[in-house]
């Protein structure tokens, strides 16, 4: 029993091994010392100082009308105004109006930070009045403060109450408050009885109408010190559809994230109607559409839209109330609705995702759920158009994989291949390691095989948790043999980005690795046509810098550093975010389109990039600091912060682009140290890209142990007695080998 507490301690200590190993820094500066601070107010001195700094928001949508309502205050007399992100929104377009009633239309958001709920808009305004920043870290409990805000549209409102405590509320610090906190309030200052901010309120209990939350001033400070601004005609892009592919109409939110379509709001058409059109030319009938729908609720109403003339007249096929339904739109309300078809069907799946397909032939019209068809109709009044997408009422929905084909192949898996995934998992035992050859049949092909496993992971509820096991094995097999395919072969012919992708793949098998990489692409081109031809390297330098963090306010995460999705690329540039080697990673791949020779850098604690001139000295840069420039010394004192040693020569090395994605892993496993299944996900791909890892055999081996895959430690322990590599300690590995001999 000896070498079973000794591993068990042994997981934890290598975990904090590997976090201190892995090459991160997080750099907080400490608040400015304050003045003296001002003498404590009456709430009604107080308020009658504090309101004239207080703005109303309304965050508007692109026809002009008002859509929510909330509160923001100043923090500089420039025009800067803070607020909580959700009062903004996303992509849309912002009014503050002051308290002296002056409007102004946000001309940039300054920062934002989605994770924090916090914003700062700018708008063309001077000389305004603004509240000072307090440091809510010296807030007590039971000290008294004023609430200010617009609750349910009645503006300049005040609430007096005190600091009930400070929370840790997912993972950040949240102020309690014992006062009442209503819709309109959120985004508004929470001030001591001096006038200075100590939060933004940001939310209301659901408990007690007597409680709510505030976000802290001290995580305000660092979007104040390190501004991401974008201007407004940049922001109204983030999450819009192309417009060259999709043609929204009748009003709702229509907006694209992470490869899915999203729609959500009330359509100003009849019955909430909104339909999202797709641009691009229809191919002559037969033909056939297809999406994968979800719906937030079983009473919503959305899916395909076909043969429309872009306005009132189109078909719809739909689940709506657990139905399937099919209707003939002839115009703008109920009177010329005719429904074709309203039944249920057994193949769908309420609350899934279930895919909608739609054949369409000269004469005939063949609506299938899931790949089984639910209704075959003649009717012909409507026989030609646009194909798109429709959605009804008050419904969010998700939509995926939208497709248009001659002949679009079917999803569902055939019955004799479903029969031949069944007999290969139908001993599986409830528990233990999962057999090998299973997982490589398997993942030949995981899409069918999560299909089939899912279903029976439902009706066979002692096999469910293995039956996942296998789907996500088999998903991460794929992706890890992808990774290190990928990984192999010359330097330049190694695609960085892919690889990156691939790593977020692991943790999320919705990442469309080909949508990102399009993404990245049409970021080269939009950036290369800001370049002439002859363009000097000065010149495409600066082009580079101002156009990711100028124009689309790419920047260093700030507050939340760790935030495990600082290291997936494709949240890095959907949310425009991340840590120094994923920013490096971008910028890196945007340099080589437009000509540049950059290099990745890992510097100990701190990856940076390298311009090599054609002529010249080369120089370091900081993506992660907006591209700043950075001398050979500073760099040695930042090494010599985080190591205590000088830099070398050897660290200042190009880093090859297998060690830049080993690096990545590195990262991600340093945040999992309490999650095992997830660490080994990480050991697994590091492994299979650096099969000769000592460090990290040793820490799979206790990993699997931790996770009763007895197989698989003695195999990396066996690993490590025949290697005997340096900097192991052999004793302890002959102990895990004797606790690994032992029964079960």
Known sequence: MRGLHIFVLTLGIVARWVAIAIAQEAQAESPPGEATPPAAESVEQLTQKARKSVAVITSVRRDGQHEALGSGFVIAPDGLIATNFHVIGEGRAIRVQLADG?????????????QLDLAIVRIDAKDLPSLELGDSDSLKQGQSVVALGNPQGLRNSVMAGVVSGVREMEGRPMIQLAMPIE???????????RGRVQGIITMKSLVTPNLGFAVTTNMLKPLVAKPNPIPMSRWLTIGALDPREWKPLFGARWRQRAGRITVDGLGQGFGGRSLCLWEMPVPERPFEIAVTVQLNDESGAAGLAFYSDGQDRHYGFYPTNGHLRLTRFDGPDVSSWTILHDQPSRHYQSGGWNTLRVRLEAGKILCYVNDELVVETADGELTSGKVGLVKFRQTHAQFKNFRIAREIPRATVPADEVARIAKLVADIPAKGPLDPKLVEALAADPARSAAVLRQRAT???????????????????????????????????????????????LDNEEVDV???????????????????????????????????????????????????????????????????????????ELARRIGLKVEGIGLPGHFVVQHVPAQGESQLIDVYDGATPVSREEANRRVKEATDRDLTDEELAPMPKRAIITRMLHNLLGLAGSEPPVMHRYLNAILAIDPNSAQHHWL???VRYRLELREGSEEDVDWLLEKRPAGIDHTRVLDLRRALEQPR
Do not use: C, W
């Open 102 to 114: 002056r409007q102004f239309d946000a001309t940039a958001i300054h920062a934002s930070d989605r």
């Open 183 to 193: 819709p309109g309030n959120s985004g508004g200052p929470l001030v001591d009885m």
């Open 459 to 505: 009706l066979l509820d002692q096999q469910a948790a293995q039956l996942r096991q296998i789907v996500q094995t088999a998903h991460e097999h794929r992706v890890i043999a992808d990774l290190v395919q990928g990984l192999t072969g010359p330097e330049d012919k190694i695609d960085l980005f892919r690889a990156g992708l691939l790593v977020a793949k």
């Open 514 to 588: 080909d949508a990102y990489r399009e993404e990245l692409e049409r970021m080269g081109r939009e950036l290369a046509a800001k370049l002439p031809a002859d363009a000097a390297e000065a010149l495409r330098l600066d082009t580079l810098r101002k156009y990711l963090f100028d124009e689309n306010g790419f920047h260093g995460s700030r507050v939340d550093y760790y935030y495990r999705a600082n290291s997936y690329l494709n949240e890095v540039l959907d949310d425009r975010e991340g840590l120094p080697i994923t920013l490096s990673i971008v910028y890196l």
């Open 700 to 702: 799979r081996a206790i």
